[in-house]
C-alpha cells in the first residue's frame, strides 16, 4: 500500500520561510520523479516543483523560482519543499505527489500517487 505522509505546514507571515517533508512508503522512492503542487481555495491543483528520480534534475513554477527548493533524500524515501520569502499568495494546501518511472512532468495527470496534503497560510 503506498502512502505520501506530508509535515511541515502551518500559519507564518509575509517573509518567513517553510519547509515541506513527504515521507513515502509502499513504493520504489528512488526510481520515481516526485513533485509538490497546491490548490488554493475555489481553484485547480497547480504544479509548484518536481525533482527527478535521482535529484539532479528540478523543475519549478516560474512564480516559485529563487524563493522554492525541492529536494529528496532517497536514503529516507522523502522529499522536501523549502520555501523561502512566503507571500499570501503562496497560501495553498500542499500536496506530494509520486510520478511515474524516471519521467520529470508538471502535469498532475502524470503523477499516481498522492498524500492527504499540508495547509500553508500566509499572513500579510
Known amino acids: 500500500q503506498v502512502q505520501l505522509v506530508e509535515s511541515g505546514g502551518g500559519l507564518v507571515q509575509a517573509g518567513a520561510s517553510l519547509r515541506l517533508s513527504c515521507a513515502a512508503s509502499g513504493l520504489s522512492f528512488s526510481t520515481k520523479a516526485m513533485g509538490w503542487f497546491r490548490q488554493g481555495p475555489g481553484k485547480e491543483r497547480e504544479f509548484v516543483a518536481a525533482v527527478s528520480p535521482r535529484g539532479l534534475i528540478t523543475n519549478l513554477k516560474d512564480s516559485v523560482k529563487g524563493r522554492f527548493t525541492i529536494s529528496r533524500d532517497n536514503a529516507k524515501n522523502t522529499v522536501f519543499l523549502q520555501m523561502d520569502s512566503l507571500n499570501p499568495e503562496d497560501s495553498a494546501v500542499y500536496y506530494c505527489?509520486?510520478?511515474?518511472?524516471?519521467?520529470?512532468?508538471?502535469?498532475?495527470?502524470?503523477?499516481?500517487?498522492w498524500g492527504q496534503g499540508t495547509q500553508v497560510t500566509v499572513s500579510s
Open positions: 505527489g509520486a510520478g511515474r518511472d524516471g519521467l520529470l512532468s508538471k502535469n498532475k495527470n502524470d503523477f499516481s500517487y
